[in-house]
């Protein structure tokens, strides 16, 4: 497969990796000071807090050229609109990977409907410096399926062939009829945690907060209380059913757990509140009018 993996942050490099590593024909597009990195040393990466870093030289580029069989992008939110001028002229489908509470209409707006597919990516990790810090798989996480679909939820054969070609190069892909909902639905549980870890200073230091727990998690239930569909995966639904003090509780402990201490919920960038803010714009925007 020849394969432009659009975006060098943490889950587009681990990506660009795996399938590197697997055979297929991979350029990874950077900018800036993460191209010239790349450039000179490759994908750096190292377990956690592990001392060892391992250097992946993946084929880098700056500019998309040509025509690919699959173009996956990792991005922001926010970014996206950029991307999708670079990629109008360019041939091949479009995976999106990344967080999009839009549905599939913007996108194909600009590059052609019939290119879009959309997923979310399932790795994470943290940047020190060039290095990139990824969880060590566990026995859930590996259990965890990179959901990706048709924005129809047709089974196709293009998507049929994208999630062989991923689990042949070891990625755990699941194709989902539901993606658009289940985006949805996960910004919902998302934009709320996010803001609610900027404000307090990160995971941990919320976790210590029970109140700003509370809060977060009663705008978590506004959230997926204004979806016009039900929530995907169904386990979200948990969220507006079960008890708030049994939630609070095993939300704290999430904040504390190495996953959550070892992923983008620990970036307190602009980037990540310029993100927060267009999930928001567009939650509001899927909201159903009330008269």
């Known amino acids: 497969m020849k394969l432009l993996v659009y975006g060098a942050g943490v889950c587009g490099s681990l990506f660009a990796v795996r399938m590197h590593e697997a055979g297929h024909d991979v350029s990874l597009l950077a900018r ?13 990466l190292a377990e956690e807090d592990g001392p060892a870093v391992r250097r992946v030289p993946v084929p880098v580029i ?9 173009i996956t992008v990792f991005v922001r939110t926010h970014q996206v609109d950029g991307v999708l001028e670079s990629l109008a002229g360019v041939r091949g489908d479009v995976l999106f990977l990344l967080n999009w509470a839009a549905g599939p209409e913007p996108l194909g707006a600009v590059i052609g409907h019939e290119r879009v597919l959309l997923g979310f990516p399932v790795t994470g990790g943290t940047m ?4 990139i810090r990824y969880r060590k798989g566990s026995f859930l996480t590996r259990r965890v399926a990179m959901p990706i679909g048709e924005p129809d939820g047709r ?3 293009r998507l049929e062939r994208i999630v062989e070609a991923l689990r042949g190069a070891g990625v755990n892909a699941g194709a989902e009829p539901r993606m658009d909902a289940w985006l949805r639905t996960h910004a919902a549980f998302e934009v709320p945690l996010g803001q609610a870890v900027h404000a307090a200073g990160g995971p941990v230091a919320l976790a210590d907060d029970p109140d700003a ?3 977060m998690l009663h705008l978590m239930r506004q959230n997926l209380a204004a979806m016009d569909t039900p929530p995907v995966p169904r386990a979200f639904a948990a969220l507006r059913a079960l008890p708030q003090g049994l939630l609070v ?14 992923s ?3 970036d307190p960038s602009p980037a990540t509140a310029a993100e927060l803010e267009r999930l928001t714009e567009q939650l509001r925007g899927r909201q159903p009018q009330t008269s």
Not at 62 to 70: K, R, S, T
Not at 249 to 262: E, Q
């Open 32 to 44: 800036g000071g993460r191209l010239t990195a790349l450039r000179r040393h490759g994908v750096r």
């Open 155 to 157: 089974t196709t054969p």
């Open 264 to 266: 983008g919920l620990n």
């Open 62 to 70: 700056e500019h998309p050229d040509g025509e690919y069989d699959l």
């Open 213 to 215: 727990v509370r809060g």
């Open 249 to 262: 509780a095993v939300l704290r402990r999430f904040l504390k757990s190495p996953t959550a201490v070892h």
């Open 128 to 131: 020190d410096g060039d290095v």
